[in-house]
């Protein structure tokens, strides 16, 4: 009794708020809401929905942002935990400013990569310094492009740090011994790492991974800035369908978030089987 | 230790200048722009330097000052809530064993990794009815979706640690339920409270999607108005906004730098920042 008291408040909240608004956004994607009259579900929206070119084209990309950021991202992130676990002159700066991104929003990093690779951009005007380029129009199109090149190299600056953090104290509780008994049997030091560290920090790799593909893949603002307007990414194709004009394409958005809903829920099957008994600390 | 040799250490050196280069980077020409008077093509620096953009910032009429009192209002509001609401649900979940637990704390982990798109459109439609879209009061309650989540699991972290015997040894001394919380429990989960909080804060303050839908273009926090800015053109404006934005965010990161080392549960915080 004590225990459902102190837990009331908070599962109300998150109950009635995003169970709810997921339930809600699952109803009115069946065309069922009897409060406005809508009594017969019908599956009218997700048929519009998967016979569109736009809908595949655009989660193709977002799938494509979604992985190809997490897997560099990750990959690099092992990278940078390895450089910044040794000891070092200047180590507590270093630290700083590889952890000084983590509260840096997003949407900053987004309008940063914007002025940075776009046609006019700080790297476009050092091309033409170097009279690589003669006018903005020769660089090559890194943001709003079909490879979403640029929302990509956003995601890879904003979680190479959130991924190296989680690392960096996975590798802490591991210590170094494991790897000092390896290396003093004869293995070599890719063979320590490869046989010993990686599997170790595997499965910290692995959760992190998760966070960031299911945030990737979800996010609004980032392509918002950086993306091509066709195809645009899931959410933002979800947004403008809900804020269309014609409010028959709300249904059509509210399927598209289910469909970013479901992806989300294997991820956090994903999450919850490699991440060992994370909430209780 | 053997002596490393030179290559490998300068290999070493050099990756990490370029790493930490890279993640600076971005935020130089924000930097740059918040000081510009037009600066065009092929220039590398501006020509001409100005603090317009900074008096425009801080100006009455651009409503800037309006926008970042909005959002620190918002972003207070959403963290006192997850706090008030949080510590009661950690304590559940970090000192006792009880029937479906597993089953609340995959409640509590969802809303961390399923991204807001896919419920704000679902809350929207209802907040509709309830008259709550376009209210500041909207924008707080759906706020509290990433950030309680973190909350609680700080506080389940910091009271899995916790030894209620001396909450026990307060109340035989005649201390009343009251005065046991205030002088005893609260002190020894401060800690936690504070990092939590942190997280909450910084958390609704980097609120995109969630504050445009359901504020509905009324409530204007300071990503909404940075975002205008930007997709309009206004570099220079949309320069210093940025630098204000990230303020709190770096002067946190400062200050606790110690505190939010990865092994705190809830470092996944800054995975939704």
């Known amino acids: 009794m004590k225990i459902f008291l102190l837990l009331l408040p908070a599962m109300s909240i998150i109950v009635l708020l995003f169970f709810g608004g997921l339930l809600i956004g699952l109803m009115r994607s069946f065309n069922y809401m009897p409060v406005i009259g809508l009594t017969d579900p019908d599956f009218s929206a997700y048929v519009a929905v998967f016979t569109d070119r736009e809908f595949y084209l655009s989660f193709m990309l977002t799938f494509h942002i979604a992985f190809t950021s997490t897997v560099i991202s990750s990959i690099l992130a092992i990278g940078a935990a390895l450089l910044l676990r040794r000891s070092f002159a200047g180590r507590a700066i270093v630290n700083f400013l590889f952890q000084l991104n983590l509260t840096v929003p997003h949407l900053v990093g987004a309008i940063g990569m914007l002025y940075l690779f776009s046609q006019s951009g700080s790297f476009a005007r050092l091309a033409a310094e170097w009279g690589m380029i003669t006018k903005p129009s020769d660089f090559p199109a890194l943001v709003f492009d079909p490879y979403a090149i640029g929302i990509i190299l956003q995601y890879v600056w904003k979680e190479i740090p959130f991924i190296g953090v989680i690392i960096l104290a996975n590798m802490q509780s591991i210590g170094e011994d494991y790897e000092s008994v390896a290396r003093s049997l004869g293995a070599s030091k890719w063979q320590t790492f490869r046989y010993v560290l990686l599997p170790l920090i595997f499965p910290g790799v692995l959760s992190a991974s998760v966070m960031v593909f299911a945030f990737t ?5 980032i392509p918002a800035i950086l993306g091509a307007n066709f195809p645009a990414a899931l ?22 978030a289910i469909v970013i809903a479901i992806l989300s829920a294997v991820m956090i099957y994903f999450y919850v089987r490699y991440s060992r008994r994370r909430v209780r600390g | 230790m053997h002596q490393e040799p030179v290559l490998t250490r300068s290999f070493r050196v050099l990756t990490g200048i370029v790493l930490i280069t890279w993640l600076i980077l971005p935020l130089i020409p924000l930097a740059i722009w918040s000081f510009a008077k037009g600066w065009f093509f092929p220039d590398i620096l501006p020509k001409t330097w100005s603090l317009r953009a900074w008096e425009y910032a801080f100006s009455d009429t651009s409503g800037v000052i309006d926008s970042l009192w909005l959002t620190i209002g918002i972003s207070l509001a959403a963290t006192v809530l997850s706090i008030l609401v949080g510590v009661p649900a950690g304590r559940a979940l970090g000192m006792y064993k009880f029937r479906g637990k597993e089953a609340v704390e995959l409640m509590i982990l969802a809303p961390t990794i399923v991204p807001g798109i896919a419920v704000v459109l679902g809350i929207h439609s209802v907040f509709i009815s309830m008259g709550l879209n376009n209210t500041v009061f909207g924008v707080i309650l759906v706020h509290l979706i990433p950030t309680l989540p973190y909350m609680v699991l700080v506080m389940a972290g910091i009271f899995a640690n916790y030894d209620p015997a001396f909450e026990a040894q307060a109340r035989s001394l005649g201390a009343s339920a009251f005065k046991t919380f205030w002088y005893v429990t609260l002190p020894a989960i401060m800690p936690g409270i504070i990092v939590g909080g942190l997280f909450a804060f910084l958390v609704s303050w980097s609120q995109y999607i969630l504050t445009l839908l359901i504020g509905g273009g009324r409530v204007v926090t300071l990503p909404l108005l940075l975002f205008n800015f930007a997709t309009s053109g206004r570099n ?6 940025g630098m204000i934005y990230i303020l709190p965010g770096i002067i946190i990161l400062i200050l606790t730098a110690k505190h939010l080392s990865g092994r705190s549960g809830a470092v996944g915080g800054f995975g939704q920042i």
Do not use: C, N, S
């Open chain 1, 217 to 221: 893949f979800g996010a609004y603002e």
């Open chain 1, 235 to 256: 959410p933002v194709l979800a947004y403008r369908k809900y804020t269309d004009v014609d409010l028959a394409a709300r249904p059509e958005a509210m399927a598209m």
């Open chain 2, 236 to 241: 220079d404006i949309t320069g210093a906004i």
